[in-house]
């Protein structure tokens, strides 16, 4: 069984550039979570998302940050007009539906912002 | 104050030791608690999972919770070396945003 898939692994972008982050959840799993983890800080939760519904996005940035779980395909984490501030270890997590509350990670993709 | 407090470390132990490690947190609302093993530049792996005081065993790793006290532990017996990696602890309420601890970095000796 296929874990967390997280793509790209690297990702460089320059300053006002757009960021994609993509996140494939744990089979069977329909709750994503995204994280953040700035050098030498500890991870900050994001978003939580189900298919087609944000649940509670108030770790999110109010401006340039959005995400979405569609139907079908990939959960996205976009960054618009980066700046540097932004570089930072981006994971996503995944859980079973109902009453599960165990999050299994990804392995995060890495962002720099030149 | 944080609302959760863990030692940054690094923990230095010898192979064969056991390990204690640690969090404090100050927020009552925290129903659930994990312990997430993360090694360098990869994702982190949840290794246990409780949702009440007392403790829990799987294998050599024990995690200890005392809700009075707000206290959580992690013990790892006979460490090896592959064990080395930082240890978050993590919290829930009854939303799913995880809080995390700033991690505790351990090196277990050869």
């Known amino acids: 069984n296929a874990g967390v898939m997280q793509n790209p692994r690297h990702l460089v972008r320059r300053r006002g550039q757009e960021a994609r982050l993509r996140c494939s959840p744990m089979?069977?799993?329909?709750?994503v979570y995204w994280y953040r983890q700035l050098p030498e800080e500890g991870l900050k939760f994001m978003v939580y998302l189900q298919k087609e519904n944000i649940i509670d996005e108030s770790g999110m940035p109010k401006e340039r940050f959005s995400a979405e779980f569609p139907k079908e395909g990939p959960s996205i984490l976009r960054i618009q007009q980066v700046v540097r501030g932004d570089s930072a270890a981006y994971f996503c997590?995944?859980?079973?539906?109902?009453?599960?509350?165990?999050?299994?990670f990804g392995p995060g993709t890495r962002l720099t912002v030149t | 104050q944080k609302e959760v407090e863990q030692d940054p470390g690094p923990l230095s132990v010898p192979e064969g030791a056991i390990v204690s490690l640690n969090c404090t947190y100050s927020?009552?609302?925290?129903?659930?608690f994990m312990w997430y093993r993360q090694y360098s530049r990869k994702g982190p792996e949840l290794l246990m999972y409780t949702y009440s005081s007392g403790n829990k065993e799987d294998g050599r790793f024990t995690a200890q919770v005392d809700k009075s006290s707000k206290y959580i532990s992690l013990f790892i017996r006979d460490s090896q070396p592959s064990d080395s990696a930082t240890y978050l602890c993590a919290f829930l309420t009854g939303r799913r945003a995880l809080t995390f601890g700033s991690g505790t970095r351990l090196q277990v000796q050869p």
């Open positions: 089979k069977g799993h329909s709750h």
């Open positions: 927020n009552s609302a925290f129903q659930y």
């Open positions: 997590a995944s859980s079973p539906p109902a009453d599960s509350y165990e999050q299994y």
